[in-house]
């Protein structure tokens, strides 16, 4: 049996926030998150990514790959898909909703940028509604 190591409490918001495991951490963000690897293999999506696409849990959306997410890119080979989302830091990217339709989101820079780095990491604001209300407030 593993034993776990016992930090003391901490003393501040700092302190608190340097003993926050990661994963708890992107689980609670209200931003949609999504860990792609190299291959193309969703690693990671926090529930607020899953929301956003139609997915009813994590999970579901983790057995996806990433060409069946970005709309229009379904017989992509996934790593073009990964390398087209490296590029795409603050460009408006079409993604597949599970009940049909296309969600549009501003992507993130990557947030790993280590050489080594075996996943891409990045956070998604859904701008959808936005830019429809834009689109539509410039055509009357």
Do not use: F
């Amino acid at each position: 049996m593993h034993e776990r190591r016992h930090l003391p409490p901490p003393t501040s918001a700092e302190g608190y926030l340097r003993q926050l495991p990661a994963l708890a951490l992107l689980d609670r963000l209200p931003t949609p998150m999504l860990g792609v690897e190299l291959d193309g293999g969703i690693a990671y999506a926090n529930p607020s990514c899953a929301g956003m696409l139609g997915y009813g849990d994590t999970a579901t959306l983790s057995r996806s790959r990433l060409p069946h997410l970005l709309a229009g890119s379904e017989g992509r080979a996934p790593a073009d898909c990964v390398e087209t989302l490296r590029r795409s830091a603050s460009a408006v990217v079409q993604w597949n909703h599970l009940e049909g339709y296309v969600i549009r989101g501003m992507v993130s820079s990557p947030m790993l940028l280590r050489k080594g780095d075996t996943l891409l990491l990045i956070g998604i604001v859904d701008v959808t509604d936005w830019l429809w209300e834009t689109e539509y407030a410039h055509s009357g």
